[in-house]
C-alpha cells in the first residue's frame, strides 16, 4: 500500500495535472461567484431616484414633450449666424469679439 502511494505522489500526473485540473475547475465556480457580485452591483446602480423616476414615468412622457415643444415654438430658430470657432493659436475671445464686430458693421 506504501508503495503504491509513493508511486502515485511520484507520477507527473498526479503531481501536476491533479493540481491544474483543481484550478481549472475551482477558478471556474470562483469566477462566477464574482461575476454574480458583478451584476448584481449593476443592479443597484441602474436603480433610479424616485423624483428622476417619477419625471421618467412613461405616461407623463408626453406631456414632457409637449413642454419642449412649447419652449422650442418661442426661440428664433431662423436669426442665427455663423461664426467660426477659433484655431489654436488664435485667442478665442478676441477672435469671436472680431467676428462680432464685423458682423454689426455688415449690417
Given at each position: 500500500?506504501w508503495?503504491?502511494?509513493?508511486?502515485?505522489?511520484?507520477?507527473?500526473?498526479?503531481?501536476?495535472?491533479?493540481?491544474?485540473?483543481?484550478?481549472?475547475?475551482?477558478g471556474?465556480?470562483g469566477?462566477r461567484?464574482f461575476?454574480?457580485?458583478?451584476?448584481d452591483?449593476?443592479?443597484?446602480?441602474?436603480?433610479?431616484?424616485?423624483?428622476?423616476?417619477?419625471r421618467?414615468?412613461?405616461?407623463?412622457?408626453?406631456?414632457?414633450?409637449?413642454?419642449?415643444?412649447?419652449?422650442l415654438?418661442?426661440?428664433?430658430?431662423?436669426?442665427?449666424?455663423?461664426?467660426?470657432?477659433?484655431?489654436?493659436?488664435?485667442?478665442?475671445?478676441e477672435?469671436?469679439?472680431?467676428?462680432?464686430?464685423?458682423?454689426?458693421k455688415?449690417?
Amino acid at each position: 500500500m506504501w508503495q503504491q502511494l509513493r508511486r502515485v505522489r511520484r507520477s507527473r500526473t498526479a503531481r501536476y495535472g491533479l493540481p491544474m485540473l483543481l484550478l481549472v475547475v475551482g477558478g471556474s465556480f470562483g469566477l462566477r461567484e464574482f461575476t454574480q457580485i458583478r451584476y448584481d452591483a449593476q443592479k443597484v446602480k441602474r436603480k433610479l431616484d424616485p423624483a428622476l423616476e417619477a419625471r421618467v414615468n412613461s405616461q407623463k412622457q408626453p406631456v414632457i414633450l409637449e413642454e419642449e415643444y412649447e419652449k422650442l415654438k418661442e426661440l428664433d430658430l431662423d436669426g442665427w449666424r455663423n461664426i467660426r470657432g477659433p484655431r489654436p493659436w488664435e485667442d478665442s475671445k478676441e477672435f469671436q469679439n472680431q467676428q462680432r464686430e464685423q458682423f454689426s458693421k455688415g449690417q
